[in-house]
């Protein structure tokens, strides 16, 4: 059964560094999601993709925030200047045209130090 | 705004039916979801309602009641692996983004 991956499934950071989280959605999927859950809170939102653009985006996805499709089979989240606030499970989906179902990935835990 | 409430914590017995219930208000509606969360995993589907009514998969039951803003997920012959989160999310009229509610850890005891 096709599965959405995230690699890594485990990141620690120091403060103010960079980090690129990396997604390969369902292969014929084109809408692409990322989600982030801080621990022992709700999923919330960030941003969502469609024909190489952001189509959707919350308040949390400011500047330091940046999402690509670098090519053809991987989406990224790239989080830059980490804060220790950023420190959450990301989670990244995909839909299929024409279907209500995100399919979830096994998440990234992002640990910033 | 959005705002999405369900019981926090709820517990049963492995063979019980359990009902949780969300309620919701939203700045638009175009869908609302359940979706299972075991811990330290992802999200994984359960139903999708987005007009009046019952839809039914298996053990799994889903209601859904616009004009009140209401929801229910019923699980039916519980079992052990039944404990888990479970996530009411709503997709608003403005996009395909879900907001989620903070989840009901539902236990489940022999």
């Known amino acids: 059964e096709p599965e959405v991956t995230q690699t890594p499934s485990h990141q620690v950071t120091q403060m103010g560094q960079e980090v690129i989280l990396r997604c390969v959605p369902i292969?014929?999927?084109?809408?692409f999601y990322w989600y982030r859950q801080i621990l022992g809170q709700k999923v919330e939102f960030l941003v969502s993709?469609?024909?190489?653009?952001?189509?959707?985006k919350s308040e949390i996805f400011d500047d330091q925030f940046s999402v690509e499709r670098p090519d053809g089979s991987n989406f990224t989240l790239k989080i830059r200047s980490t804060k220790l606030e950023d420190s959450a499970m990301y989670f990244c989906?995909?839909?299929?045209?024409?279907?209500?179902?995100?399919?979830f990935g096994p998440g990234t835990r992002l640990t910033v130090l | 705004g959005q705002n999405i409430d369900q019981p926090t914590e709820m517990t049963a017995t492995e063979g019980a039916i359990v009902q949780i219930n969300c309620t919701y208000q939203?700045?638009?509606?175009?869908?609302l979801f359940w979706y299972q969360q075991h811990a330290g995993e992802a999200p994984t589907f359960l139903s999708y309602?987005?007009?009046?009514g019952l839809e039914e998969k298996g053990r799994f039951s889903s209601f859904l009641s616009r004009s009140k803003g209401y929801s229910y997920l019923l699980l039916k012959e519980l079992q052990m692996k039944d404990s888990a989160s479970y996530l009411c999310?709503?997709?608003?009229?403005?996009?395909?983004?879900?907001?989620f509610g903070k989840g009901t850890t539902l236990s489940v005891s022999s």
């Open positions: 989906a995909s839909r299929d045209t024409g279907t209500h179902e995100q399919f």
């Open positions: 292969s014929n999927h084109l809408y």
């Open positions: 993709f469609y024909n190489n653009e952001i189509s959707e």
């Open positions: 939203t700045s638009g509606f175009n869908g």
């Open positions: 309602n987005v007009l009046d």
């Open positions: 999310a709503v997709r608003p009229l403005a996009g395909t983004a879900l907001i």
